[in-house]
């Protein structure tokens, strides 16, 4: 089940963010560190009413912040496609819940309020060593554009069409 997140779920959401940094580690992919993302950047996310929830049995196994684009570093590149885009940050799936469609239900979800809310695109980051998200949003139609050398990440979009 897809919701908005409240604050009832940050210690459970703020958990599910350490097993995801622990996993990364396993993996080797640099992503985030301990305290990146961390409860008070889920919390801020709930009062911008901008974090969903995928609840699988009752239990988090999934989450996403949507927020309108306002991030200083894209500012840095010129090859975005768009204009209004919304933004994917903080994408959680818990790692016993990989390959059964978490990721794909949490990004269908952006989707639905990006063309709801008339905006041109996607945007996302992701780490060059992260393989995983990479695959995912290649499969997903995502554009790989430039490098944002202030925050060493690999710049992503996907436009929206009707």
């Not at 709930?46 to 927020?67: F, H, P, Q, W």
């Amino acid at each position: 089940m897809m919701c908005l997140a409240t604050h009832k779920d940050l210690l459970e959401i703020s958990n599910l963010a350490d097993l995801v940094i622990n996993d990364m580690e396993k993996s080797n992919i640099p992503q985030w560190k301990k305290g990146y993302p961390a409860y008070t950047h889920f919390e801020k996310d709930v009062e911008d009413s901008a974090l969903y929830i995928y609840k699988d049995e009752n239990i988090i196994v999934g989450a996403i912040t949507i927020l309108e684009e306002n991030d200083p570093p894209y500012k840095t590149i010129n090859s975005w496609l768009k204009e209004k885009s919304i933004v994917i940050h903080r994408l959680l799936v818990h790692p016993m819940a990989r390959k059964k469609g978490v990721a794909q239900k949490l990004l269908d979800q952006a989707i639905i309020i990006g063309k709801k809310q008339n905006y041109e695109s996607i945007k996302i980051d992701t780490h060059i060593e992260n393989y995983k998200m990479r695959n995912f949003l290649k499969k997903n139609g995502f554009i790989e554009l430039e490098y944002l050398e202030i925050i060493d990440r690999l710049a992503y979009e996907k436009v929206l069409e009707d």
